[in-house]
């Protein structure tokens, strides 16, 4: 964020008066909640002064506001809460937003092109690049980009219609790479390579998403780029599609290509989904969760929360293939995190869910990283059983639409035996049960902790289960881990989840796991943090018995701790 002042421009440092202009900005000319500005200035941690404080950061903003000719009245006090007055003179977003209302009473399609590259002109860097917030970059930039976004597709359909595919490229390739599970600008690339005369570089597109969809969400492309692979293996010519009206664009932007008459997809049988590989234990909570799903009276939901690495993703999976004969719809799964942890817009995952389709259909959502995330797609799939995992518990999903929620726990001593042994083989681990039973152990019974430990055996086939385990237990956060991706990696998956919480729950973490050794590890700590590590699947139980810490995230903890310490020890001064 800057502020212009003739030709000076000043940039903002990251600071709480810097977060609370942001928050007000982004609800230009409207009363923004004091309880929401509070969340944006000091996210989930307000202090007990945050009211006095807030009230602080507006006259700083007031007197950089009177420094640079801009009128101190412009954030103005009102009942509840704050509102700023802004308008296409005084603020880029206003004026965005103002161009491309105005472009859906435009004309023709040229003077709607022209408004809608002049909103795109005002787009500079990455939006809010230096707030602090993390409510607002997680919450409110995605919000802002797909608002660019859907400007950026409409110009892109605007410059196809009108026939000028060399031009578009251009943008088209940029966009396609930065956005590549967002399947409309890949639409597009292979709409105007095929029309350029490119057709080998029009079908490698399309086969280059297509393969990252199958592997990375175990999805195929939607109907728009399969109708158009379609016409292009048939030699179809594409003409160029009329231009809709601008008050269309959100259509337009999710619609398929132009495509001749006639020119369809026959419908494709649902893939079968494979077994877990070694998959042991959760009978239970598997067959609970089958009965739940496949109930004839109604779509059904079901969310299974947990600690990282405690096996959701495995158990949902497993519990689809049971139950996949009673979904003739087919059976889809959306990630909802990406391999770094981040979770993916909502807006992106609606355009990622499956079309409806005849039969009953079982929508798998995995790694959800909360409520948010969730709800806005449980309309799309008002027709289905949906499964959700998740480290949060989503009550608000629970409570609004029905349905069950099962917390796993670590596995139980019998059940990571027979893990091990079906990943290791039968005949190595019954030679040596004693040391299987504490190389379990030493793994805290956590799904991805023994899935890694027999990783390692079954790679090196002269290690006994023994030395295995010696080895493991000196260092089980920074040995628990193999190169082939940060997915098989305990520090990095924990790290992962850590690194998500506010700087206080994750100190209240650390401190948790230093404490545990000692006795109670909730000592000290308040029972609003305590609530929100268990929600954060940090932290087990709760009232009306004790909280625990899992013997797995408590070791780590101390690592993490250690290693930190000696990290900033070892630092040059």
Wanted: proline share 8%; with cysteine.
């Amino acid at each position: 964020m800057s502020i212009a002042h003739g030709p000076e421009t000043v940039v903002l440092k990251p600071s709480k008066p810097t977060s609370l202009l942001a928050a007000l900005l982004l609800h230009p000319n409207t009363v923004v909640s004091t309880t929401y500005l509070l969340r944006a200035v000091w996210d989930e941690e307000p202090p007990a002064t945050a009211r006095a404080a807030l009230q602080t950061c507006v006259l700083r903003l007031r007197r950089l506001f009177a420094k640079y000719g801009i009128s101190a009245t412009t954030i103005e006090a009102v009942p509840g809460g704050y509102r700023m007055h802004c308008d296409t003179e005084t603020l880029d977003l206003v004026q965005f937003r103002a161009l491309a209302a105005r472009a859906g009473s435009a004309g023709g399609p040229g003077e709607e092109l022209y408004r809608l590259r002049e909103a795109l002109t005002l787009w500079q860097g990455q939006p809010l690049a230096n707030v602090a917030s993390r409510m607002l970059q997680d919450d409110a930039v995605p919000a802002l980009e797909q608002e660019r976004l859907r400007v950026l597709e409409r110009v892109c359909d605007l410059e196809l219609a009108a026939g000028n595919c060399h031009q578009v490229l251009v943008d088209l390739y940029e966009s396609a790479r930065r956005h590549p599970v967002r399947e409309r600008f890949t639409e597009q690339l292979v709409e105007a390579l095929y029309r350029t005369g490119r057709q080998a570089e029009a079908l490698a597109e399309y086969r280059t998403v297509r393969d990252r969809l199958r592997d990375e969400l175990g999805i195929d492309p939607g109907p728009g780029l399969r109708r158009l692979e379609l016409a292009i293996l048939r030699a179809e010519e594409l003409a160029p599609a009329p231009p809709e009206s601008a008050h269309a664009a959100v259509a337009v932007a999710a619609g398929p290509a132009a495509l001749p008459a006639g020119a369809s997809v026959p419908a494709r049988p649902p893939r079968a989904v494979p077994p877990v590989p070694a998959f042991a234990g959760r009978d239970a909570d598997r067959r609970a969760m089958a009965a739940r799903l496949t109930a004839g009276d109604g779509p059904r939901l079901v969310v299974v929360s947990g600690a990282p690495g405690i096996g959701k993703s495995a158990l949902a999976r497993q519990t689809a293939h049971e139950v996949q004969e009673a979904f003739p719809g087919g059976v889809f799964t959306l990630q909802l995190a990406r391999p770094d942890g981040t979770p993916v817009a909502v807006e992106e995952a609606a355009r990622l869910m499956p079309e409806p389709a005849p039969g009953r259909r079982l929508i798998v959502l995995d790694g959800a990283a909360g409520a948010w995330q969730v709800l806005p797609l449980l309309p799309v799939a008002e027709d289905a059983a949906v499964l959700v995992t998740s480290r949060r518990q989503l009550a608000a999903v629970v409570a609004t639409h029905g349905g069950a929620v099962h917390r796993l726990d670590v596995l139980r001593s019998a059940e990571a035996y027979a893990l091990l042994a079906g990943l290791v083989g039968a005949e190595r681990i019954a030679a040596e049960p004693a040391a299987t039973r504490e190389l379990a152990r030493v793994c805290g019974h956590f799904p991805l902790a023994l899935r890694i430990a027999a990783g390692r055996l079954l790679t090196r086939p002269g290690l006994s289960v023994a030395d295995c385990t010696a080895w493991l237990a000196e260092d089980p956060p920074a040995r628990l881990a193999l190169a082939e991706g940060a997915g098989l990696s305990v520090p990095e998956v924990l790290g992962q989840a850590l690194d998500a919480l506010t700087p206080a729950l994750r100190e209240a973490f650390l401190r948790l796991g230093e404490r545990a050794e000692a006795g109670d590890p909730a000592a000290g700590e308040s029972e609003s943090v305590l609530e929100q590590l268990v929600e954060a699947g940090l932290l087990e139980d709760g009232p009306p018995g004790p909280y625990r810490l899992h013997d797995l995230l408590r070791i780590y903890a101390r690592w993490r701790v250690r290693t930190h310490e000696a990290a900033a020890t070892a630092a040059p001064r």
